[in-house]
T-cell receptor
């Protein structure tokens, strides 16, 4: 069936470096994508979103890039800080018969080394 | 403003027991969701409700039932719990204007 998945299960970066977390999706009909951050023992927290008619969106220290040609989504975190250590999920909304259905990928563990 | 509230936070059930997980949101959101998250895994959608009065199956609905009691509340029921249902359950809500869903803190359920 349709799925959203991630390339890298674990990513280690040095404090102050930039982080790039990748996500591949297979449902070309999805029209909205979201990145979430989940800290240990907590629920996912919304970070940034992007619609399918855009290819880039920037927030505070974060940028999401969408490449519909290869069905690829990425989250860039600038000047990574220890507080960024968490699991990051991409999610897609909509798609074939999806409507309001929000589907998550597997997740990437980001570890920030001091 | 509490956001999304789930009860209970922790629960241990014996195989075959039933229980209902409660979820309420105070953001006037139309859509509500129930997910389960197993260790080291992503979130899998169990059921969702696009609006009051409607519910739809997600990826893993077997063994669960839901009720959208009103716009605020969306409950998840396990009629006969099985060890395979041991997981952390998250409720979420979203609106049509801000599609990013807000999540509760989770219910950690263990079935022995």
């Amino acid at each position: 069936g349709e799925s959203v998945g991630l390339h890298l299960p674990t990513l280690s970066v040095q404090e102050g470096d930039n982080s790039i977390i990748n996500c591949a999706y297979s449902n070309s009909a999805s029209d909205y994508f979201i990145w979430y951050k989940q800290e240990s023992g907590k629920g996912p927290q919304f970070i940034i979103d992007i619609r399918s008619n855009m290819d880039k969106r920037q927030g505070q220290r974060v940028t999401v890039l969408l490449n519909k040609t290869v069905k690829h989504l990425s989250l860039q975190i600038a000047a990574t800080q220890p507080g960024d250590s968490a699991v990051y999920f991409c999610a897609e909304l909509g798609g074939t018969g999806g409507g309001n259905k929000l589907t998550f990928g597997t997740g990437t563990q980001l570890k920030v080394e001091l | 403003n509490a956001g999304v509230t789930q009860t209970p936070k922790f629960q241990v059930l014996k195989t075959g027991q039933s229980m209902t997980l409660q979820c309420a949101q105070d953001m006037n959101h139309n859509s509500m969701y129930w997910y389960r998250q197993d260790p080291g895994m992503g979130l899998r959608l169990i059921y969702y409700s696009a609006s009051e009065g409607t519910t739809d199956k997600g990826e893993v609905p077997n063994g669960y039932n839901v009720s959208r009691l009103n716009k605020r509340e969306f409950s998840l029921r396990l009629e006969s719990a099985a060890p395979s249902q041991t997981s952390v359950y998250f409720c979420a809500s979203s609106s049509g204007l801000q599609l990013g869903a807000f999540f509760g803190q989770g219910t950690r359920l263990t079935v022995v």
